[in-house]
T-cell receptor, first 114, second 113 residues
Framework: KTQVEQSPQSLVVRQGENCVLQCNYSVTPDNHLRWFKQDTGKGLVSLTV?????DKTSNGRYSATLDKDAKHSTLHITATLLDDTATYICVVGDRGSALGRLHFGAGTQLIVIP | EAAVTQSPRNKVTVTGGNVTLSCRQTNSHNYMYWYRQDTGHGLRLIHY???????QIGDVPDGYKATRTTQEDFFLLLELASPSQTSLYFC????????????FGPGTRLTVL
């Protein structure tokens, strides 16, 4: 059973536009949530991690929110660039310890066109 | 910054073939992981290790063996490869356990004909 659902599956935006990616999950407990960027043919690179019950983070043009009550997170990308073309993966960690597990979403494929 | 390398980057084999995927990390991390990534699925954990000589079973271990020879090196073995094992394989490492930030290698694309 998929415990981390991402939407949309794919998204096309024009360079300079903003976009929002969604992540809904049913993982319990939910210690933290991390967003990764995966360029085509490459590994995952961490963008941000959210920990608090209602959390917000910002990393340049990337900003993210987490609402643990709703089990929902968003990743906002402002003023998109061609280099933002990638798959964005939401990952929920169920515990903050060595016994915890990571639960991966299938990703949202973002394509930025000129 | 964490450095995790994988080899080969691409591999093609036939059904029943014997394949070894290699991973090396140079960060003195205790934990290392092997994942597979398939279209429509999130990454799935195959095996992991918390030190040389240690091996822990992940969520999708069937058909895979793994060996951690040193703190740096972690190998994934497919002794009788099947087409269902065609996938993109990622190695990762972390300082602590599974919930800690993991640093990923570039991936190995394996095709089993």
């Amino acid at each position: 059973k998929t415990q981390v659902e991402q939407s949309p599956q794919s998204l096309v935006v024009r360079q300079g536009e903003n976009c929002v990616l969604q992540c809904n999950y049913s993982v319990t407990p939910d210690n933290h949530l991390r967003w990764f960027k995966q360029d085509t043919g490459k590994g995952l690179v961490s963008l941000t991690v959210l920990v608090d019950q209602k959390d917000k983070t910002s990393n340049g043009r990337y900003s993210a929110t987490l609402d643990k009550d709703a089990k929902h997170s968003t990743l906002h990308i402002t003023a998109t660039l061609l280099d933002d073309t990638a798959t964005y993966i939401c990952v929920v960690g169920d515990r903050g310890s060595a016994l915890g597990r990571l639960h991966f979403g299938a990703g949202t494929q973002l394509i930025v066109i000129p | 910054e964490a450095a995790v390398t994988q080899s080969p980057r691409n591999k093609v084999t036939v059904t029943g073939g014997n394949v070894t995927l290699s991973c090396r990390q140079t960060n003195s991390h205790n934990y290392m992981y092997w994942y597979r990534q398939d279209t429509g699925h999130g990454l799935r954990l195959i095996h992991y290790s918390y030190g040389a000589g240690n091996l822990q079973i992940g969520d999708v271990p069937d058909g895979y063996k793994a060996t951690r020879t040193t703190q740096e090196d972690f190998f994934l073995l497919l002794e009788l490869a099947s087409p269902s094992q065609t996938s993109l394989y990622f190695c990762a490492s972390s300082e602590g356990g599974l919930s800690y930030e993991q640093y990923f290698g570039p991936g190995t694309r394996l095709t089993v004909l």
